[in-house]
């Protein structure tokens, strides 16, 4: 079993040393890279395929774990919440908003019209440290299964908020 782990580790290093050495990342400057990543909008994109771009390799994973404006372009696409939201989703949404530095927040709520629960009530409580810097909070197909959400989150002060 040790030999496996340390064959895939080996394994992990070679790619690691494939993409590092990519033409991209040996003939552009970051700062060139940076200014592309920038003009990215990940909110139009479909899916979590913003998100992909931070799995390309350690270079650009390293400089968008930089770019706060690219994370609250991520938060800003419409998602959908579903009461049974698991931990792994909890602990993405709450990376996701530590990333954002100190910028204004938009956070896109979708409802699924099937659900038979309203939005998660653990969602409130991941967001609660930044609540303050929401500016936009665009939640669509609210039903009365989201009252317990609403008192918890919206009902709360969001000082910074501008836009419903």
Request: one cysteine or more; charged letters at 25%.
């Amino acid at each position: 079993m040790a030999r496996i782990e340390e064959l895939l580790e080996r394994v992990r290093s070679l790619k690691a040393l494939y993409n590092d050495a990519a033409s991209i990342n040996r003939t552009l400057p970051n700062e060139i890279l940076t200014e592309i990543f920038s003009r990215l909008r990940p909110s139009e994109w479909l899916g979590d395929s913003g998100l992909r771009l931070a799995h390309i390799c350690r270079l650009w994973r390293r400089l968008l774990l930089t770019m706060p404006e690219f994370w609250v372009d991520l938060l800003a696409k419409p998602r959908v919440f579903a009461p049974g939201m698991t931990q792994r989703q909890g602990d993405r949404l709450g990376f996701y908003l530590g990333l954002t530095g100190s910028r204004p927040i938009t956070l896109s709520l979708e409802s699924s019209a099937r659900r038979k629960a309203g939005l998660p009530l653990r969602m409130a409580e991941i967001v609660a440290p930044w609540r303050h810097r929401i500016a936009a909070l665009p939640i669509s197909s609210i039903c009365r299964r989201d009252d317990a959400f609403l008192r918890a989150f919206i009902l709360t002060s969001l000082p910074s908020l501008e836009r419903l």
